[in-house]
Structure formats: C-alpha cells, structure tokens
C-alpha cells in the first residue's frame, strides 16, 4: 500500500491492492490510516456500505484515539464522505440558507486553525465504485429555506389551488410583500420559486405517493422512503393530505420552505480532488478492460499488486459445469429448495452444514420464503434483510453458520460480511454451502458472495440457481442455454460451457451499460466544474456570483407558457429492458437540453413541453409495481430522481400495456395530454390473458385496487383515438407479433411506429433521439424534427 519495496520507495502513489476475503482488508485498511494519518494526511476511508464503515470504525476507534489522530482520519460511505468533502469548510446547505438569510456567509470550519493537511482517498472495494450508484451519479445538495413570511406565501398560493391563478397575482398580494421584504436581495430567488409552485399546485395529484407516520413517501422496490422529494409537488401533497386529515398541520408547517438546489456535483470527479488514491479489494482481478482503462486514465492509478494468500490454494468446492443450473419458473422453487435439502447433509447424514442463499432483492427472497416449495421445511429458515434491527442482523450473520442453519440474505450480505464458522461440525463436514439465486451483472460481486465461505482455509461449496426468465436482462434465452448444452454454435460462436457464456454476456451488457453512463459522466464533469465554482465564491462572500448561479440552478418553470406537448411515455420494466431504464436513466438530461436548444432557437419557451414517465410490468406485479409513473416534468433532475431506484423485474410472455394505456386516458382526464411513447419488446396482453393472469394475485386482490376493472389494449387504444391522441411505438425486439401490433397501435392513432436498437453501444444515442424528436415533432411538426437532424446529424430513424 505504501510502495516500500518498489522503484519509487519513498513516495507515494496511487495503488491498489487485492486481498483475498477473509484476510484482513479491515486490519490494513485501519494500519495504513493510522501511518499516513501520523505522517501528517487527511485520511477518508471510502465504503459502499454503511454497515461495514460503521463497523470497521467503531473496531478501531480506540486505536485511532490513543494514537491521537481521530480528527484526522474519517470512515464512511462513498456518499457520506464525498458529502463531508464538499462541506468541509462548512455545510453548504446551512451556508446558503444563513448567506440569503444574513446576507453573508457563517464562518468556516476552517478559520484560525491549523493549515489543511493533505488528502489520501483509500477505497474500500474499489469496483463497487463503478456502480451507476456512485460513478455515474450525482450529489445534488438542497437547501430549505423557511420562515413565517415563505409559510403564509405558500399557504396563499395554496387557497387559490383549484382556481385560475397568475404570477401577477402573487405579486401584489401582502403575503408576497412581507417576503420579499423580509429577503429583499432574492426576490429574483422568490420568483423562481413560486413560478414553479404554480406549475406543480397544478400536477402534484399526478404523481404517485403514500401517505404513511405522518409523512409523505414514495415507493422504492419494496420500501417506502421518505427522504425523497419532487420539489413543490410533494410539499402541496403534504396540503392535500392534510386536507382530508390524513397528515396533521404541524407536518406541513415543518416541512414548508423554498427549497433551493445548490448544484450538482460528480461522484466520478471527486477522487480527483484527493493527493493520492489507494485502496483495498477481493476483487481486483475480476476488473474489466474497461474499469482498468478507468482506474489508469482517469484516477491515474498505475500501480496495483496482487497479494497471494497466506491460507495457500482455496478448498472452495465449486463445479462450473454441475453446480450452474438453469430453470424454468415451474421448477426454480423448488430446486432451491431441493438444493438447500442436499446439501446441508454433512459427510455423515447425522451431521448438518450450514446453507446460506442470497437473493438479488427483499421481493425475490420474501417470494421463496412464502412459497409452497419452502412450506416443509420453512420452520427451519429465518431470513435477513437491510430493514431488520442491527442486533437482529448480528445475531443471525453469528447463526448463519451453525450446524443444521439454512439463512435467506439480500445480496448486499454478500460482500464484507464476516460469516465466521465456529462450528466444528459444520468445518468437518465439508463446511458452509452458498446459493446464489441470481446472476450478477458483475463478476467482482459473485465473486465476493463465493468469498462467504471456504475462508481463511476452510473447506466450502458454492452452487448457482438461476431463473431463465431473469437472464433475458443479459439477452439469454433458453435457446441459447439449450444449443451450448448440445454442443451447437452461438452467436457464431462454442462455448464450452453454459458458465462461458453467462461470463461472455454478463461483461457485453456492462460495456454497452458503461457506453450510456459515459456519456452522464461527462455531462455531469461539466456541471461540477461550475459547482466548484459556486463554493469558492459562496465562501469568499461573492454574493453577485453566489445570486447567478443559485438562480439559474433554480430556473423556475413559466406558468403561463402555453404548453404545446403534453407526452407521456411508457416504458415496459421487466427483466428483458434492462438497457432500457439504464440508458433513460443516464439520458434524460440530454433529451431536454437538446430539445429546449430547438426550442429556444425557434423563439418558443423551454416550458413548451411536459414529459411524464410511465413504466408497466405485467399481472404478476403487485399494484405498486405493476405501473409507476412520474410527476410531470419540464425539467429533467426530478425524472432522474425517480428512474434512479427502478430495478427491472417480471417477465410473462406479452405485457401490460394495456394498464400503461389506461393511466394514459386517466390523465387526460385531467389534463389533456397530446401523445403517447410506448416502448417495448412484447405486444399487449390478449382479452383472455389479462383474465387468466389477473388470476396470478387473484379478483379478490384486484378488487381493492384502482384496477377493479379488467381492461383490454384495444379498448383503451379507442378512447385515445376518440381524443385524437397519437401512439408512437417502438418496438426493442424483432418479434413478429410484438412488430405487428406495434405497427398496428402506430396506424389506427396516426403514430410513428420504429425498431429500437437499444442493445447496442449507441443505444443511448437511439432513445435520445427518437423520444426528443417525437416531442419536437409534437410542438413544432416535422420542420423542428428536421432542424434537430441538422444540429444533432448522427440519428437512426
């Protein structure tokens, strides 16, 4: 870690090492903090997991103390301590909220104390760090500004909910001059704010929230969480609910403010503004071609070592040809199970191992533990997962390995967990037994799941069970898995094994995934130049500059813009689109930015359109999953936030678009919207499937949703058409019937029908283009389309 020993002894560079699991990256990690922290560094210890940041610090705390460098060293998440470096001379929340309060900036961390040291990155686990969790996202800091003068404002604005209301209005009322009165260097501040509140008092209605402790939250897989917001949306759904004495008045007054953003600064950039970066890892072998030309070119981490283990050769036991196994959904229950039965027989019948299975999400695990399959033996398994208390997660991580324990995890168990084998009987019996119910998108982390067991020397085995439908996110068919098991060429290719192939896909769909998030990455470098910026100025009391940019980071939308295009856009989210959501995800921005530049040089507001994104699965999918839409947008952060935690799931033959057209006439219902995107790789479910799948959760189930109602593609096509609103449908697999109804949905509502090549390198590129032309189309014909081709040439219609 340190580089004693090679050619540049004596100074430090940016290094990696690998560790094996289980051999103390903990231990070296809290030694080489302690050395540089004594040689006079900063030193911020990077985790992706708070629970193990928590725990290595907590371990070492004493040491760190004793030794007299506690203020000089910090552990956390890669959010928690990116976080702490932009605040390190300050919380720029609170700087902002007491600069427009005050009108100057509190005083830093940082005054008339000891001049700043140096600062070393050691990275924790360093692939992790390429996740689109932290390497293609943004920190998005916000500022709440509140005071009785912005409470009885809103509460104004509020009364008029319902009833034409103009900014001219607010402007003379008293509420408004007692608040620019009481902010009187941020009126221009004040206005942004409530151009937008008079655009979202209008849709808030329209986005999906729960109403839950007194708080408005929002549905995250399968938790509810209430530290997200859309802006002034949720603060007037915090209205409404108290109106109909769901939420209490004390709630909505705490949570009333002019919430202010203050940039948005790059993950990816951040390592940057570290002297020298290090790090730990198991998996450094495991890196891609393409994570390696990142850590050398970007980070200029040049040196790496692979550090052999000290336990000698691994006794994991793990046969890529007999322990992969593929099945159908008939049968996949009950092979894990069957599995589970197996092989916690030890050598001797009469004594047990230990089965630890992980599974990809809470749903898939409390699935398997609800099933039919599992009812024999269910009294013997218990199950964690990230929501349990943490005395209950360690008690059962120190019972996972005992003797006859069958224990259910969540993935993230399965990288850093200490699964320390005690149990004699379990270590002579051939040791703990890992199943993985899910294919990884990357290497390092089966890798790190295989690592629970068969540690420091111990025997283990590792099996995995997939679910062929799940592998349609790598584009794997059952086709392809039976023509490898017969020898037969794929893709023009033999493989050996069915263990190849699934490797082979997995590290294609990360270069195609990596091409989308490059291009964010970029984007958002762009941006947190400028954020830096905006701090230097925020603490240098630069108050001209600190107004600019905190306006125009806060453009409000303009509420009496004749809005030309109203689009919805449905999008299928089962497992076979997982390129889709990726490359919506990472290109919304993009989509506006390149719209608004057609519309701004067309003379026509930036507000001319809305944009809400619809996702459906299939009746296999509870209510709260089986469609999920978005707020209406005019700018792109608040879509971003919301396609941010979608994970794809599902999968059932022909899809729900049937329920994506219905939201789509609801709607326009309550206010009319003027097309509809729809893009999918399977056509509409059938009159007789919609009835035969409603059975999957049962009428009864149905009965107390919204979806009362079984509804048919065909009817909801009519009501559009009624409406005269266009349906423009692309179609992401070369199926014959998902193109033929396609074309047909395109033909009897006057829309553009088109394959989308969205599994391709360029597919980013290709959903940029087609949504943004179809919204321009929508404003402003066919001659904006054609101005779009000419400032962007590269497109694919």
Known sequence: MLGIGSDTEGKLNNNLVQVGTGEGKSVILAVTSSVLALAGFDVWCGCYSEQLSTRDYQQFHSLFDTLGIL???????????????????????????E????GSTITTTKTNQEPARSKILLVDEVDVFFSQDFYGNVYTPSAKLKDPTIVSLVDFIWSKQGKPIYFQDIQQSQQYIDCTNRFPNWILLIDEAIKDMLSDIKHFRSHDYVVKQDKIGYIEQDNIVFNVNYGYKTLFAYYYEHQNGKISRQTVEDYISIFIRCGSFSYAEMPTQFKVIMGVTGTLDTLNDIEKDIVEKQYKIRNSRVIPSVFGKTNLRFAEKDDVMIENQNDYFNRIKGQIENRIQGRNSSHKRAVLVFFETKKQLMDFYNSDSLAPIKHLVVYLTEEQLPEEKLLRIRNATVSGQITLFVKSFGRGTDFLCNDQTVAKNGGTHIIQTFLSETESEEVQIKGRTARQGDEGSYGLILLAEDLEKFHITQEHIQDIRDGKLVDGKRYNSVREFLKHKRRELFRIQHETNKKFVELAAEKHEKCQQFLKDLLLGNIDAVRKFLVEENRGVQPEIPVKSRTICLMDATVSMSNLIKNCTATIGSMFERATAILQENGLSTDSFQLQLVLFRNYNSQRNQILKYSSWETKPDNLRTFMAPIKVEGGWGHEAIEIGLWHANNEHSRDPITQVIIIGDAAP??????????????????QQTDLKQPTHYQEELAKLIANKIPVHCFYVAKLPDTESSFQEMARQTNGQCAFLEINSNEGADKLTDFITKEILRNVGGNEFVKQYERTYPKTYL
Do not use: A
Not at 99 to 102: D, T, V
């Open 71 to 97: 203020p000089h060293i910090h552990y956390g998440t890669f959010n928690k301590l990116f976080e702490d470096l932009i605040n390190q001379h300050g919380v720029v929340r609170q700087i902002v909220e």
């Open 99 to 102: 600069f427009i309060s005050n």
């Open 685 to 702: 479910n059938t009159n007789d499937e919609v009835r035969k799948k409603r059975q999957c959760l049962g009428e009864n189930y149905w």
